[in-house]
């Protein structure tokens, strides 16, 4: 089964085409980063209007680069949600347009379902059940994993999102938008013990998060310095320290409650060095073992989107298919 995926959710404009049988074939990825830059985050409507730009072309590069024509294709997978409305509309109307066209069904896919499926494309895959640490720029949550399409959700955040954390401490220490790869870098040149930050929630019984109490902290340590750049790479590696620190508790927890052992770790934080290595750390002491998607496949890509849509087709009943424009800026995973 030949499938295209788009992905479109936020500012990433993403195709691919992944085949049942051998794997990805091809993926192509436009970054709106330097769209947003000058305003410091992603505005919408900007990004809406970029993906209409980008979108059609990308998908012909995935078909010139595969040598495959759009009536190869079995079934086409978008993200349908969660993400900015107008950006989902693109996809799903591009997707949906272009699958009618085709006699060909359109499925819709949980934007977080990809990040959750996507180190399944990597040649060591994890297989079902599994934790997963879903840790991207709007979310952060622990779920159980059961099989393809079931999901439990075991733990989330309670205010920001771990990437979310990363990005704004990020612009608190002068770097651009989006900040979490910037900070890990200024980091490797800082000391983590110089400021002492918080663990918030550290020690709750449960597996939720919240992120944003560390972000004040953050701001009141730069108040109180001469903000140098060692004061800044100081700042940096303490604030990757205390959320790597949270992340990996509440992930050994995790698999201490569910008995499983195997974890996976996706979405863009997941391509932190720092909590990779972390987390590998523990997984060796608590005899589980970690997976993660190639770091290109850790923040958004069409890549994902594919493979969700071909597992979807081939291995689960329940297929989100629709020949309306169909996108749900809101939607929980364990909403299937
Ligand atoms: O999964 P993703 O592409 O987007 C969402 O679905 O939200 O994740 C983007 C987030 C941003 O907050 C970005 O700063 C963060 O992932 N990020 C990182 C790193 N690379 C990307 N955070 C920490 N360390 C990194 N190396
Ligand atoms: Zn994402």
């Known amino acids: 089964m030949l499938v295209l995926g788009i992905e479109t959710s936020c500012d990433e404009t993403g195709a691919a085409l992944y085949d049942s049988a051998s ?18 985050g992603v505005v919408p409507e900007l990004a809406s209007r970029d993906h209409i730009r ?65 180190p399944l494309l990597a040649s060591n895959p994890p297989s079902f059940p ?16 059961i099989e393809v399409g079931r999901y439990e959700l075991l733990g989330d955040t309670l205010d920001d999102a771990a990437g979310e954390a990363f990005d704004k401490t990020a612009k608190l220490l002068g770097l651009p938008y989006p900040g979490g790869a910037a900070l890990a870098k200024l ?9 002492r930050l918080p663990r918030p929630m550290m020690d709750s019984k449960n597996l939720d998060f919240s992120f944003s109490g560390l972000k004040t902290a953050v701001a ?20 990757q320290e205390a959320v790597v620190d949270v ?18 770790v996706a ?9 990779r290595s972390a987390l590998d750390a523990a997984g060796a002491g608590n005899a589980f073992s970690v997976h993660y998607p190639a770091i290109e496949y850790c923040t958004d890509n069409g890549a994902m989107i594919a493979l969700a849509g071909a597992l979807r087709m081939t291995s689960c009943a329940q297929t989100n298919l629709h020949r309306d424009f169909n996108s749900r800026p809101r939607w929980d995973l364990a909403d299937q």
């Open 23 to 40: 794997g990805l074939l091809a993926q192509a990825l436009y970054s709106q980063i330097s769209l947003h830059d000058e305003y410091g």
């Open 54 to 118: 980008r979108l059609l072309p990308l998908v012909s590069e995935v078909l010139c680069q595969a040598r495959l024509r759009l009536q190869d294709l079995d079934a086409i997978a978008y993200t349908r949600g969660p993400g900015l409305a107008g950006a989902l509309l693109v996809g799903a109307s591009v997707a949906t347009a272009l699958a009618m066209g085709l006699a060909i069904p359109a499925v819709g896919i949980h934007h977080l379902e990809g990040h959750l499926l996507s």
């Open 130 to 145: 599994f934790v997963a640490l879903l840790v991207s720029g709007g979310h952060t949550q622990i779920m159980k994993a």
């Open 187 to 195: 980091a490797e040149s800082g000391s983590a013990s110089r400021f």
């Open 220 to 239: 009141m340590a730069c108040a109180g310095v001469n903000l140098d750049d060692q004061a800044r790479a100081d700042i940096a590696a303490s604030f």
């Open 247 to 264: 992340l990996v508790a509440k992930c050994v927890n995790a698999m201490d409650l569910t008995c499983m052992n195997t974890l996976v």
């Open 267 to 275: 979405g863009g934080v997941g391509a932190n060095a720092a909590l």
